[in-house]
């Protein structure tokens, strides 16, 4: 009967000592999975942005490709805002007026008739929680697209 008195508070000890590790490690799950959600939400936030403001006439209406691409990112982006902060992306397009200038990375300008586009999207991650390894880092997603209206005559040939 003695040596059950004497190992009461053996279970809280080891409740206190496990329970750090458990918590540690659930807390590190829910990072990794929030920074896997973020690098899916920035490819599709980028692919369907990008979609959406290549197929936009935007040579006839005379309205900039670069505000059409920031504000059908802003447009798609309403759901998940309260997870991600929106002011962490940086939004970029950069154009070229031939293969050869896309090859030697000469970059046009503002160019309103150029039939190569770059879309650039960068998120500064940053985790909620210290964990060792994942500091904050730049993930960065580009992809290369055709502008589909571009050296279309105001006919449609």
Request: net charge positive.
């Amino acid at each position: 009967m003695s040596s059950i008195k004497s190992q009461k508070g053996v279970f809280t000890i080891e409740f206190a000592l496990g329970s750090i590790l458990l918590f540690m490690s659930v807390f590190a799950v829910f990072e990794l999975c929030r920074f896997i959600y973020i690098i899916n939400l920035t490819e599709s936030s980028l692919r369907e942005s990008a979609r959406d403001s290549r197929l936009y006439e935007g040579g006839r209406l005379n309205v900039n490709y670069d505000d059409r691409f920031n504000a059908m990112f802003i447009q798609k982006g309403r759901i998940w805002h309260s997870i991600v902060d929106p002011k962490r992306y940086t939004l970029s397009i950069n154009y070229y007026r031939d293969y050869n200038a896309l090859i030697s990375n000469r970059i046009t300008i503002n160019c309103r008739d150029c039939p190569l586009a770059e879309y650039k999207l960068e998120y500064s991650y940053k985790p909620m929680l210290r964990i060792p390894g994942m500091g904050e880092r730049a993930l960065v997603r580009s992809m290369l697209m055709v502008q589909e209206h571009q050296g279309w005559t105001d006919d449609g040939s």
